[in-house]
């Protein structure tokens, strides 16, 4: 058994996916109409047959408030591993990416988190080891 999608739950699948890929850098990989949305994911560049990141709409009545805890509690809906936190910091506050977080050492692990811009905090991380 292995994970081949994993979701987000975004509430706008359009800016979503420009966020996704324009500044965090990940690459289109499905894009397939589904009702009034899309099955809409999204990989690691040149990583074939890896993990995809499934950019699902919010518009089950049960996801806003979700959404809206974690973002008020300050919890990020995912991780992302980076090779350097306080590189991927400069870069994406260059591109005008708001963090909640900034770089923070905790034991072993560096993390930051900031808004995707559609409704989630993301943490990114670096471990020691």
Known sequence: MRIVVT??????QDRALDFYTRVLGFEPRQ???AGGARWLTVGVPGEDGGVEL???PAGHPAVAPF???LAADGIPF???AVDSVQDEYQRLSDLGVAFTQPPTR?????????SDTVGNLIQIAESDG
């Open 54 to 56: 499934l950019l699902e």
């Open 78 to 80: 995912t991780s992302f």
């Open 7 to 12: 979701s987000i739950f975004v509430d706008d």
């Open 67 to 69: 959404m809206e805890a």
């Open 31 to 33: 894009d397939v109409p």
């Open 106 to 114: 905790m034991g072993p692990v560096t993390t930051a988190v900031f």
